[in-house]
């Protein structure tokens, strides 16, 4: 089966722009989440969505950031305006349900330095 | 809350040998699974491992293995015949049944010395 799928690759921006990231899940998987990773730390969890609806959104900065999955398929996570301390890896991963039964399948990620 | 430890920041093991990474963590759930995870410089993380918490035999995968001491909230993973392709970052990740959501720790970096 098709893995995680997400885009750009890397992304190079000024502060104060905006940016945007891809990610279609597994086919079939009802959950999906972003995690954002600072260099040399673990991820930390920002959005769970379950279908298109939202589960947990409590750790995304919701003044800068913001994330939908309309037609529960594939999401997309923008940061809008981007400040220094956004650089990091931003990984999408997902489950067929809910549960963590089967663990989490990530994407390669996307790196984002801001400048 | 779940909140997950990794003492040790840097790993080293010669080629061939045995490693043990650590982790501890703490959880108000009753239902959960726990996991190691693989991330290459790719970035790509990768199951390396999971272990029921309900379950007292240790899980093992090849030369993957852990020992988990539910009581101590203690899960660390166990690397025999270390191989080149094993270095790379691991974190341990509880994960909640009912909630879904992963909680990873800060990582350990493992290095192999050919």
């Known amino acids: 089966e098709a893995g995680v799928a997400q885009s750009p690759r890397y992304k190079i921006i000024e502060k104060r722009q905006s940016v945007a990231f891809w990610c279609n899940p597994i086919?079939?998987?009802?959950?999906l989440y972003w995690y954002q990773q600072i260099l040399g730390q673990g991820p930390k969890l920002l959005i769970q969505?379950?279908?298109?609806?939202?589960?947990?959104d409590s750790q995304l900065p919701k003044d800068r950031f913001s994330a939908e999955r309309l037609k529960g398929v594939d999401s997309t996570l923008k940061i809008q305006p981007a400040k220094l301390e956004d650089s990091a890896v931003y990984l999408c991963?997902?489950?067929?349900?809910?549960?963590?039964?089967?663990?989490?399948?990530f994407g390669s990620g996307t790196r984002l330095t801001v400048v | 809350a779940q909140t997950v430890t990794q003492s040790q920041p840097e790993m080293s093991v010669q080629e061939a040998e045995t490693v043990t990474l650590s982790c501890t963590y703490d959880?108000?759930?009753?239902?959960?699974?726990l996991f190691w995870y693989k991330q290459p410089p790719s970035r790509q993380m990768i199951l390396v491992i999971r272990?029921?918490?309900?379950?007292?035999q240790n899980a093992t995968e090849n030369r993957f293995s852990v020992n988990f001491q539910k009581a101590a909230k203690s899960f660390s993973l166990k690397i025999s015949d270390s191989q080149l392709g094993d270095a790379a970052m691991y974190f341990c990740?509880?994960?909640?049944?009912?909630?879904?959501?992963?909680?990873f720790g800060q990582g350990t970096t493992l290095q192999v010395k050919p």
């Open positions: 991963a997902s489950t067929q349900g809910q549960g963590v039964i089967g663990g989490y399948t």
């Open positions: 086919s079939g998987h009802a959950t």
């Open positions: 969505f379950q279908n298109n609806g939202v589960v947990d």
């Open positions: 959880t108000s759930e009753s239902d959960y699974y």
């Open positions: 272990q029921e918490a309900y379950k007292q």
């Open positions: 990740a509880p994960g909640s049944s009912n909630t879904g959501k992963l909680i």
